[in-house]
Nanobody, 120 residues
Framework: QVQLVESGGGLVQAGASLRLSCAASGRSFSGYGMGWFRQAPGKKERDFLAVISWSGGSTYYADSVKDRFTISRDVAKKTVYLDMNRLELDDTAIYYC????????????WGQGTQVTVSS
């Protein structure tokens, strides 16, 4: 059974940094892209933030976060990270980890999400 389990969310002040983790298990993720998304309060859709190739480590970011967020992975620990710096009030959201085949159209697997709340 494939599982993606996010952790590291919490309540932080604006300007702070936070590291989210996504522990992946249940299959080999070779050939997969591991992505981070978020869903802001009151929004129905989840916004793409960043993705990393599990095998090669190449990355791609949404323009809105590329100067503040960094995605990385530890293959040995089967964990993907999202380092978030200079957090803003608008970063308040539920953050999700997802996995999908590179070149595919969908992310097949999703975590349950972790809440990040940024206060002033």
């Amino acid at each position: 059974q494939v599982q993606l389990v996010e952790s590291g969310g919490g309540l932080v002040q604006a300007g702070a940094s936070l590291r989210l983790s996504c522990a992946a298990s249940g299959r080999s993720f070779s050939g997969y892209g591991m992505g981070w998304f978020r869903q802001a309060p009151g929004k129905k859709e989840r916004d793409f933030l960043a993705v990393i190739s599990w095998s090669g480590g190449s990355t791609y970011y949404a323009d809105s976060v590329k100067d503040r967020f960094t995605i990385s992975r530890d293959v040995a620990k089967k964990t993907v990270y999202l380092d978030m710096n200079r957090l803003e009030l608008d970063d308040t959201a539920i953050y999700y980890c997802a996995a999908g085949l590179v070149g595919g159209e969908l992310y097949e697997y999703w975590g349950q999400g972790t809440q990040v709340t940024v206060s002033s």
